[in-house]
T-cell receptor, first 112, second 114 residues
Framework: DAGITQSPRHKVTETGTPVTLRCHQT?????MYWYRQDPGHGLRLIHY???????DKGEVSDGYSVSRSKTEDFLLTLESATSSQTSVYFC???????????FGQGTRLTVV | QQQVKQSPQSLIVQKGGISIINCAYE??????FPWYQQFPGKGPALLIA?????SEKKEGRFTISFNKSAKQFSLHIMDSQPGDSATYFC?????????????FGTGTKLQVIP
């Protein structure tokens, strides 16, 4: 999976609790992305990063925050998880400048 | 707002048949159109891609047809095999200041039956 590791792979959490998902890359790519995948919606961009401490919102960013303190790590935090955030979350990386996007294996998050 | 519309949502094809998945886009700034293949429990993986200055691209049994004037593109899988059973996503990419924004279609679940 192009040197991308997502953790955890599965998580069940309770409504209202904070949750952090981690994406780690070994490719030294500049761009990192968080997507969520839901039936009937395909993949939707939550947040992306174009460098250390440089992040921006995607199309479904409400309720999510991100941080990137190192090139290799991109964290996605659900401040207070809700049932609507039950989804499969994918991290992707890209070298930019026409480079392809490579995806991790995903994290299945269930909010009960 | 769905900028990339994909159809059908699901598709069942006999082994050896042709699978066809269609996508349409609205934003003329898109400059790259990849297709991703996703198997259960895995992340999407790039399958094949095309630029808008080309009308067709073929890689093995997979062909993209691109109609710039109609703002449509499609994936054809020739001689479909059970191993092709997966979910396929079309996508469209635009570059903005070095950042690539990729918009995905909603996916097509393909089942190839023996």
């Amino acid at each position: 999976d192009a040197g991308i590791t997502q953790s955890p792979r599965h998580k069940v959490t309770e409504t209202g609790t904070p949750v952090t998902l981690r994406c780690h890359q070994t490719e030294n790519h500049r761009y990192m992305y968080w997507y969520r995948q839901d039936p009937g919606h395909g993949l939707r961009l939550i947040h992306y990063s174009y460098g250390v401490k440089d992040t921006d919102k995607g199309e479904v960013s409400d309720g999510y925050s991100v941080s990137r303190s190192k090139t290799e790590d991109f964290l996605l935090t659900l401040e207070s998880a809700t049932s609507s955030q039950t989804s499969v979350y994918f991290c992707a990386i890209s070298a930019g400048e026409g480079g392809e996007a490579f995806f991790g294996q995903g994290t299945r998050l269930t909010v009960v | 707002q769905q900028q990339v519309k994909q159809s059908p949502q699901s598709l069942i094809v006999q082994k050896g048949g042709i699978s066809i998945i269609n996508c349409a886009y609205e934003n003329t700034a898109f400059d790259y159109f990849p297709w991703y293949q996703q198997f259960p429990g895995k992340g999407p993986a790039l399958l094949i891609a095309i630029r808008p200055d080309v009308s067709e691209k073929k890689e093995g049994r997979f062909t993209i047809s691109f109609n710039k004037s109609a703002k449509q593109f499609s994936l054809h899988i020739m001689d479909s095999q059970p191993g092709d059973s997966a979910t396929y996503f079309c996508a469209a990419r635009v570059n903005s200041g070095g950042y690539q924004k990729v918009t995905f279609g909603t996916g097509t679940k393909l089942q190839v039956i023996p």
